[in-house]
């Protein structure tokens, strides 16, 4: 079974750092264009950033130049470098998978900055 798995989440102070990973199985990770994306309490989920098998990136203006995505593929991970965290940061993280008509989802990790 395909799986994407999401962890690095938690509490963090404004200003602060986290950083969020994503454990792919079961899929041909390397040519899979790779996303993070988000969803705020009584928002839509928006898109955070993305990097092509390429390596080709894509940020959200509100993340730019405060957050970086990454990817390994002989580990089958993408990471999400999040640096000077804001309230508005508070969400939901969910990594994505693409590739053709697959379309690969993880379940979430919760990421709350709050003082």
């Known amino acids: 079974q395909v799986q994407l798995e999401e962890s690095g989440g938690g509490l963090v102070q404004p200003g602060g750092s986290l950083r969020l990973s994503c454990v792919a199985s079961?899929?041909?990770?390397?040519?899979?264009?790779l996303g993070w994306y988000r969803r705020a309490p009584g928002q839509q989920r928006e898109l955070v950033a993305t990097?092509?098998?390429?390596?080709?990136?894509n940020y959200a203006d509100s993340v730019k130049g405060r957050f970086t995505i990454s990817r390994d593929n002989p580990k089958n991970t993408v990471y999400l470098q999040m640096n000077s965290l804001k309230p508005e940061d508070t969400a939901v993280y969910y990594c994505?998978?693409?590739?053709?008509?697959?379309?690969?989802w993880g379940q979430g990790t919760q990421v709350t900055v709050s003082s």
């Open positions: 990097i092509t098998r390429a390596g080709g990136t």
């Open positions: 994505n998978a693409v590739f053709l008509n697959s379309d690969l």
């Open positions: 079961r899929i041909t990770f390397s040519i899979y264009t």
